[in-house]
């Protein structure tokens, strides 16, 4: 047991910071997954991570592994996929989610794309798209911290008028609550967690940890306080349990908690308390009253 | 819940709204007075829930103004349907939403708040419903629920779309005395309905609306057969050739 999950952190330090790093995370992305989830939203944080790799190959070929570029190209590619989509779609009369495909699959091309042409091996491609743990240095690991801290203190305040706004925003908009610009300060906070997790789990990844453990929380909660709860849950669980994987089966950091973080889904929708699989088959018999 | 309350009433000036270029409301002037009950009546498509919502401030006029004469402290009943049923909250916390207008985004609710939350539920038949999550209602239970909502708002215009559609005898005869009640208290009503007899009966205002308004005033002028059928050509005429509006703006 110690060989298995104790010795490993304790031997190397850059696990240890990934695992900070990825702690740190798992309190605060999967929160707004919840979110994002109950906005029908669940591709939008996807295609923020898609859509960042174009910026993130350029800034990649301009200067490197050096942290602060990197974020700074994903950035701007991100807002520019996410507002770009939203604008299009509004001009040309087609559906939102139609354009954020395709703007998604182009900007995806488009970025492996540049890494291969300027020069990148397929080194760089893997620990691009699926992060490594040697990635979390100490600006990584501040960012991290740094947004995790942000989002949580954000959500604090916010709470009250994004669940009013999920879940009605035309009684909200009449009763004089600002939605739209909830909604923009969410999105922001949306964009800066996928950020922050390109390092350690890659562009392609990122998004694993915000999105997997918010779907599996309705399965374990019936308000949207349980089920942030829950997730925050899964995704600390799903961290740990990832990192270890990814050094004893040396798989990328990214996909060994993504993997992690799907069993914990599958779990979910079969053994969870509400609406899961087994619940359903076991309710044969009903209340009298 | 309080006695007398200060007068709040809309004034439409030309009102043009549109969806792209399509006129949902064309060209609309009249006024909902403080402390009136209008129902507006009117085909499928033919502009009630987008002048509803522009009402609610939603929907921008692409031509004309909503002026508000008094207060525009606006309580809006959505569409049962427009609403996510399944979402994860308790029922006690909905009606707290009610709350929005006097403690925004960070203000704590009081006791005294969560007292009148409760007697809100009591009051539409819900009492006991506090901890059960918005899923497990019925859908005349849960517009019973957005009316509770509302009584815990206080607003002084109250605008109800469709507040009956879809929900049983019993909850609609609830809620009509609920309306019945927030008009002797002096708010104004604006209600889209569909049922005709029902109009006749409990709404001495309505707005006739295909698009123009057909007729406005009081129901018995209004809601003759002549201005129904009237509104019913209005609403089939639906000319895809049709030439740009040139009336004076």
Known sequence: MHDLLIAPFAEFGFLRRALVGCLALSVSAPVLGVFLVLRRMSLTADVLAHGALPGVAIAFLLAGFSAPFLWFGGLVAGLVVAVGAGALSRATGGREDATLAALYLLALGAGVAIISVGGGGGADITHILFGSVLGVDDPALLLMAGVATLTLLVLAFAWRPLVLECFDPSFAAAAGARGGAWHLVFQALVVLNVISAFQALGTLMAVGLMMLPAIAARHWARQVSGMAYAAVGIAVASSVAGLVLSYHADVPTGPAIVLIAGGAWAVSVLAGPVDGLLSRLLRRRHLAG | ?249
């Open chain 2, 1 to 249: 819940m309080t006695g007398r309350r200060a007068p709040a009433g809309i004034r439409l000036d030309n009102l043009t709204l549109t969806h792209g270029a399509r006129a949902a409301v064309h060209h609309v002037s009249g006024r909902f007075a403080p402390g009136s009950l209008t129902a507006v009546v009117g085909p499928n498509g033919a502009g009630k829930t987008t002048l509803l919502r522009a009402l609610a401030g939603l929907h921008k006029p692409q031509g004309g103004a909503i002026l508000h004469e008094g207060t525009a402290r606006i309580g809006l009943l959505p569409q049962l349907a427009a609403l996510d049923r399944a979402f994860p909250i308790a029922c006690l916390d909905v009606v707290m939403q009610g709350l929005w207008p006097r403690l925004g985004a960070f203000r704590a609710a009081s006791a005294e708040d969560r007292e009148r939350a409760r007697q809100a539920l009591a009051a539409v038949g819900l009492s006991g419903f506090e901890r059960r999550p918005v899923g497990s209602l019925s859908a005349g239970q849960t517009q019973r629920l957005l009316f509770a909502r509302l009584l815990v708002q206080d607003a002084d215009i109250l605008l109800l779309d469709e507040p009956f559609n879809a929900v049983d005898a019993r909850t609609a005869a609830d809620l009509l005395r609920l309306v019945r009640d927030w008009h002797g208290e002096g708010r104004t009503v604006v209600a889209v309905l569909h049922d005709l007899d029902l109009v006749t009966r409990e709404f001495p205002d309505t707005l006739v609306l295909a698009r123009d308004a057909i007729a406005w005033g009081p129901t018995a002028d209004a809601l003759t057969a002549a201005n129904r059928m009237k509104a019913r050509m209005m609403a089939e005429a639906w000319a895809d050739d049709a030439a740009a509006c040139d009336r004076a703006a």
